[in-house]
C-alpha cells in the first residue's frame, strides 16, 4: 500500500489522517501569517477556527471541529482576561504602595515596569485626602496614566487606596458594567 497524500485511501489511515498531516505542516505558517495581517485582535478567532477545522478534518466531523473551535475560544478568551486582570492589579499595586508612605497633598511619581515590557506604564499620584473608618485607614489620591505611544497622552483618575494589614491595596472595584456587561 502506497502512503502520502490521497494515496492512503481507506486503508490503515485513512484519507483524513493523511489530509491532516499535510495540512498541520502548513497551518503553523498560515496562522502567523493571519495573525500578523489581523493583528491581536482576531488572534484568538483566528486559532479557535484553525482549531476547529483542523479537528473536523481530522475526525470528519463537523460537529467536533465546532465544538474544539467554540472550547479553544472560551479558553484563550479566559486566559487573556486573565492576564489583563493581572496587569491591571501589578499597576493598582504599584500606585498604591506609593501613597502607602505619602501625606496629605504630597505628589510623587509612579511606574509598573511588566515581566514582558509591553503596556509599561507611569505617571503622577497626589494623596487629595485622608481618612480613618472603623476599620481602616484611607487615602484618596487622583493618578495620572502616561502612555508612551506617539503622540504620548496623558489622563487622569481618582480613586481610593486603603490600608489591609500592612499593605495599601486598591479600595474602589472596576466598574461591574464594563466587566460583566448584562450580566451583572
Known amino acids: 500500500m502506497e502512503m502520502g497524500y490521497c494515496r492512503a ?3 490503515a489511515l485513512g484519507v483524513a489522517s493523511v489530509r491532516f498531516a499535510t495540512g498541520s505542516v502548513f497551518l503553523p505558517g ?33 460537529a467536533v471541529g ?8 472560551a479558553g484563550l478568551d479566559a486566559t487573556v482576561s486573565y492576564v489583563v486582570r493581572k496587569r491591571q492589579q501589578a499597576e493598582q499595586d504599584a500606585i498604591a504602595t506609593e501613597v502607602a508612605t505619602m501625606d496629605d ?8 515596569e511588566h515581566d514582558i515590557p509591553i503596556g509599561n506604564e507611569h505617571g503622577e499620584v497626589q494623596v487629595t485626602r485622608v481618612f480613618s473608618t472603623p476599620l481602616t485607614s484611607c487615602k484618596e489620591l ?20 486603603c490600608r489591609n494589614g500592612d499593605r ?14 448584562v450580566l451583572q
Open 9 to 11: 485511501r481507506h486503508g
Open 66 to 73: 465546532i465544538a474544539v473551535g467554540i472550547g479553544v475560544q
Open 30 to 62: 498560515l496562522l502567523l501569517a493571519l495573525i500578523q495581517l489581523g493583528g491581536c485582535r482576531f488572534a484568538g478567532d483566528l486559532v479557535a477556527a484553525a482549531a476547529g477545522g483542523a479537528s473536523a478534518a481530522a475526525s470528519a466531523n463537523p
Open 168 to 181: 495599601w491595596k486598591w479600595a474602589l472595584a472596576e466598574p461591574a458594567v464594563e466587566r460583566w456587561g
Open 142 to 161: 487622583a493618578f495620572s496614566v502616561e502612555s508612551g505611544g506617539s503622540p504620548a497622552t496623558q489622563q487622569t483618575y481618582t480613586t481610593t487606596a
Open 105 to 112: 497633598g504630597e505628589r510623587r511619581p509612579w511606574k509598573i
